[in-house]
């Protein structure tokens, strides 16, 4: 077999090579930390690196969400905890607005401070979170949900939430819709409503109601009409006689199983009219005090026409009062399930990186001592080559 001098030189050139690629495959592992440079080194290693990466990943996104959930829910707490604020205001002015002391003119004065809390609860209704969203447009969040017009508030947002994922499987609502916090507030008790007409003349007002026998209304309108300042009756929808009885001031009649307090004494021929709830809406309530506090009561019936509005104010505000409490308890359930899953997240994502640790990591002792190796195998043929580089064909034809 001959060998040729370009065989031999190759033959150098090749081995060196190898050992510099094999030298420098070990110092880019001790330089990165990571066993695993390329999916040739460990193919099935590679596969669940990759797992376990896009894992972690998801992990990631997740806790994302929940930071921009639990911002945004806080900031949900801090508003309506200033609606509760203003709304524990109004009601103390519709007791101050309530004391038989005030005159005309100092009425209209609570008006007036009522009429200003009217217009910061508008602008509560229309707060925006930090990326400009309305907290209370529901799906509608780039478009103002309440707009003020001639016949009150009205609110033009979606009638749900948007949800945010914070798990696989745990999804939660980012805010809550403005119909939910401050519109379809139930009436009074929340069953019936009774108010005074306007037409009446004696002292009579509507102090409490309640539900005293269920089922035995049938949910029908009636007219509370009294013939006589101690006589009543109760006239049906049409026109026929339901009920009669006496009645003296403070006491309580009862109709259909409702129990109905009145306070005053009511003139022949007043009338109060029994109705089943309807839906209010926050700002309809601050509204119908500020009027009521400045119609400027002077005579007997007209102070108990202000006195049953103000009654009236004091159970819608009580009803509101209910609604939002309920909406800020479900804020806190979330912000404690966002606590909870971040929780649970982070010791998913601690199990997940030690396992992808084991899988890719570099045992450093084993990379130092195998580049030393490489080190000394590539002196060796760096030596060899360079005594085999010396020698030629034409050395032996001298």
């Known amino acids: 077999m001959r060998i040729s001098t370009s065989q031999i030189h190759n033959a150098g050139l090749d081995s060196i090579q190898r050992q510099q690629v094999e030298m420098s495959r070990a110092q880019t592992q001790l330089a990165s930390g990571k066993r695993i440079l390329s999916p040739a080194d460990d193919p099935g290693g590679a596969v669940q690196s990759l797992q376990f990466r896009e894992a972690i990943a998801r992990?990631?996104?997740?806790?994302?969400?929940?930071?921009?959930?639990?911002?945004?829910?806080?900031?949900?707490?801090?508003?309506?905890?200033?609606?509760?604020?203003?709304?524990?205001?109004?009601?103390?002015?519709?007791?101050?607005?309530?004391?038989?002391?005030?005159?005309?003119?100092?009425?209209?004065?609570?008006?007036?401070?009522?009429?200003?809390?009217?217009?910061?609860?508008?602008?509560?209704?229309?707060?925006?979170?930090?990326?400009?969203?309305?907290?209370?447009?529901?799906?509608?969040s780039l478009d103002r949900p309440f707009s003020m017009g001639a016949g009150g508030v009205s609110y033009s947002g979606s009638d749900q939430a948007r949800e945010i994922a914070i798990s696989e499987e745990r999804r939660v609502r980012l805010g809550d819709a403005g119909d939910a916090v401050f519109m379809n507030i139930p009436e009074g008790n929340g069953r019936f409503v009774v108010t005074e007409a306007a037409a009446n003349t004696g002292s009579g007002v509507v102090q409490e109601t309640t539900v005293r026998t269920e089922g035995a209304w049938d949910g029908g309108t009636r007219t509370l009409r009294f013939t006589a300042p101690g006589t009543w009756e109760a006239v049906d929808a049409d026109g026929s006689v339901a009920a009669t009885g006496t009645h003296a001031p403070g006491e309580t009649l009862v109709v259909d199983g409702l129990a109905i307090r009145l306070d005053g004494t009511p003139a022949a021929g007043d009338t109060f009219e029994l109705r089943p709830a309807g839906g209010r809406d926050m700002f309809g309530i601050y509204a119908d005090l500020a009027t009521a506090l400045e119609s400027g009561a002077t005579t007997p019936a007209e102070r108990a026409q202000l006195n049953g509005a103000i009654g009236r104010t004091l159970a819608d505000l009580d009803q509101a009062g209910e609604q939002v409490s309920s909406i800020r308890s479900t804020v806190g359930s979330r912000l404690n399930a966002i606590d909870g899953q971040a929780e649970m997240r982070g010791i998913e994502t601690l199990a997940l990186q030690e396992t992808l640790s084991e899988i890719e990591d570099l045992d450093y002792a084993e990379a130092i001592s195998r580049f030393n190796l490489r080190m000394v195998g590539l002196q060796a043929a760096q030596q060899s080559y360079s005594m085999l580089a010396r020698f030629s064909l034409f050395d032996y034809m001298r």
Do not use: C, K, S
């Open 59 to 140: 992990l990631d996104q997740f806790a994302r969400n929940g930071g921009m959930a639990e911002a945004r829910l806080n900031h949900e707490e801090v508003v309506l905890a200033q609606v509760m604020d203003g709304m524990q205001r109004v009601r103390e002015l519709a007791i101050q607005g309530n004391n038989a002391t005030q005159t005309p003119e100092t009425r209209r004065a609570i008006a007036g401070e009522v009429r200003q809390q009217l217009e910061a609860l508008y602008e509560l209704a229309n707060t925006r979170d930090a990326n400009g969203e309305y907290l209370f447009a529901g799906f509608d």
